[in-house]
């Protein structure tokens, strides 16, 4: 009897430990989540880029992606050539690499000797690209719009990220 009574109070600790640990553990404040792109804000800011193109007259295609480069937001409007597909995913993509907008990176490749930028792979120096920021000024994504003229997609992805 006293056998069994040691064993079943050994058994009974080593039940009871892993949730002392647990508890104890719980009491630690998780780390803080990495910022993000919202599936919302991704759509508000594609809207809102939509409406500026239409109210122009334009179709656009839209690209948005996290800071990762991982696509978070995609739309084509009717009537865009399929060329635009991969010019507005490479502005997005090149303003989630860099903080910067695709067009201030081709100036500044344009500006060092044998126009660094212009030969990485997965880049695109045409304006239309921007970086997204969160509300603490952090880098969290990139936009990039195609089907307008370069100046055009810039000023339609300036609209979304004022407006969404």
Same mark, same amino acid.
């Given at each position: 009897m006293k056998y069994l009574l040691g064993n079943l109070l050994i058994g009974i600790s080593v039940l009871v430990q892993p949730m002392v640990v647990a508890t104890a553990n719980s009491d630690h404040n998780p780390p803080a989540a990495h910022p993000q792109i919202t599936a919302e804000r991704a759509r508000a800011m594609a809207y809102a880029a939509e409406r500026a193109a239409r109210a122009q007259g334009f179709a656009i295609v839209i690209s948005i992606v996290d800071n990762h480069g991982n696509l978070k937001y995609f739309q084509r409007m009717d009537g865009t050539s399929s060329g635009s597909i991969q010019v507005a995913q490479l502005k997005a993509e090149t303003s989630a690499r860099f903080p910067l907008s695709s067009r201030s990176l081709g100036e500044r490749s344009a500006a060092s000797p044998a126009n660094p930028y212009a030969s990485l792979p997965g880049f695109t120096l045409l304006e239309g690209g921007?970086?997204? @920021? /969160? @509300? /603490?000024?952090k880098h969290i994504g990139g936009i990039g719009i195609s089907g307008a003229t370069p100046e055009l997609d810039a000023q339609f992805a300036r609209a979304a990220l004022e407006e969404g």
């Open positions: 921007l970086p997204i @920021m /969160d @509300m /603490d000024g």
